[in-house]
């Protein structure tokens, strides 16, 4: 095996140490789960207020983002 397939082998496997250390990592905590209630969050509205899904507790909740927000400039 020459040095590039040496190398290549490496970042692949940094990739994959990488990959498993994110997935160890996820809050388990925030998953939500069938049945259950929704786990409670906030995000800022267009107002400069901030909502959190508590204030909405025990109505219907409908989320919508969009991808233009998060596209590069």
Do not use: H
């Amino acid at each position: 095996m020459g040095t590039n397939g040496r190398q290549g082998l490496r970042v692949w496997l940094a990739g994959v140490v990488l990959f498993v250390l994110m997935l160890g990592s996820a809050p388990v905590a925030l998953a939500p789960e069938v049945g259950k209630p929704a786990p409670d969050f906030s995000l800022p509205a267009s107002n400069g207020e901030t909502m959190t899904l508590r204030q909405f507790r025990g109505k219907i909740v409908l989320l919508e983002f969009f991808g233009a927000a998060f596209a590069p400039t």
